[in-house]
Every structure is written in structure tokens, then in C-alpha cells.
């Protein structure tokens, strides 16, 4: 016999396997954000590190990488979370907390991965020793908390799109349309 549909596709499991995806995802893109990302390089000077050559293209360039990866990464995460049916409210909180869980697993991830801090790295150094920077989401200016950026809620506002999206406009496209 068969099971019951309620044990089979139950909210909880449900809600287990939308934050598994995201937390996986999430770990993903913040290795996809590390490798594609260019380390800027500075110099230390009397035991500070100063960005070289200055300038708010190379000092944002993390910040840019990480919306254009992020966003995306929702997306997909969110339609394929939608496409399950069933269970919409426990998916849609699941998808909430998972893209925001996901943000901060991406970015945990990718900074993890990238240099060590350069301040921390320019102390020790002579003068003008190239130190490269680290990977983080605000300008890299010293006593700046890396994380404090609004680009974290690019996977989040991603994956709220691709769920009503999926909500709205899936369900024309896989519902099976009666023959005869």
C-alpha cells in the first residue's frame, strides 16, 4: 500500500530540503565569488595598508561581483524550491529564512577563502611591500565591519522574485491540460 500524501510530502521535509538547497547554494556561490573575484592589491606604509591605486572601482568591485552572482543564485534557488507544489506558506518562510541564511553562508565562505585582512598583514611589512586585500562587502577602509552591505539582500530579493514568478507564472506551463 501505499503511503498517505500528507506523510509524503510533508511541510517539514519540505522546509529541511529548502534550507539544504540554500545553504548548499549558498556555500557554492561563495566559492564562485572568491575564484571570480580579483584580489586588489595595496601597499603597506608605516604599518597600514593603503589601497593602490585608489579608487572606488577597484575598492566596490567585490561588492559588484557578489550582487551579480547572488541575485541569480536566488533565482534558481527560489524556482526550484516553487516547483515542488504544495506547501506554499512553509515554502515561502523556508525560502525567506533559507535566502537569507544563504547571504550570509555565501559571504562567509568567499571571505574565508579570500587573503587575510590587510591591515592585519601590513603591520609587520616595510614600507611599500604590495599586500593584496581581502574579500569583503564594504570599502576596505580600516575599522570598517566587512559584512555591514546591503548586497546581502541581493539572494534574498532574488529568491523572493523567482518564487512569485514561479507562483504566478509556473503553474500555465506544468499543468497537465486534459485530453479528448
Not at 509524503?8 to 547554494?25: E, Q, T
Not at 523556508?94 to 603591520?123: E, I, K, R, T
Not at 534574498?156 to 506551463?173: E, F
Amino acid at each position: 500500500m501505499s503511503e498517505p500524501a500528507t506523510r509524503r510530502s510533508s511541510p517539514l521535509r519540505r522546509v529541511l530540503f529548502v534550507l539544504v538547497l540554500f545553504a548548499v547554494g549558498g556555500a557554492a556561490g561563495g566559492v564562485l565569488w572568491e575564484r571570480l573575484w580579483d584580489a586588489p592589491t595595496g601597499l603597506a606604509y608605516q604599518g597600514a595598508w593603503y589601497l593602490e591605486p585608489a579608487g572606488p572601482d577597484f575598492s566596490f568591485e567585490a561588492i559588484a561581483l557578489f550582487v551579480v552572482i547572488a541575485f541569480p543564485l536566488g533565482l534558481l534557488l527560489a524556482v526550484l524550491s516553487g516547483m515542488w507544489r504544495g506547501h506554499e506558506t512553509a515554502t515561502l518562510v523556508s525560502v525567506l529564512v533559507g535566502a537569507c541564511a544563504a547571504a550570509f553562508v555565501m559571504y562567509a565562505v568567499g571571505h574565508a577563502l579570500g587573503p587575510g585582512d590587510p591591515q592585519a598583514l601590513a603591520a609587520g611589512q616595510p614600507d611599500y611591500t604590495p599586500v593584496p586585500g581581502d574579500l569583503g562587502l564594504t570599502a576596505p577602509d580600516q575599522g570598517r565591519v566587512p559584512w555591514h552591505s546591503t548586497a546581502l539582500l541581493a539572494l534574498p530579493a532574488g529568491a523572493m522574485t523567482g518564487l512569485v514568478g514561479t507562483y504566478l507564472l509556473g503553474s500555465r506551463g506544468f499543468v497537465r491540460r486534459p485530453r479528448g
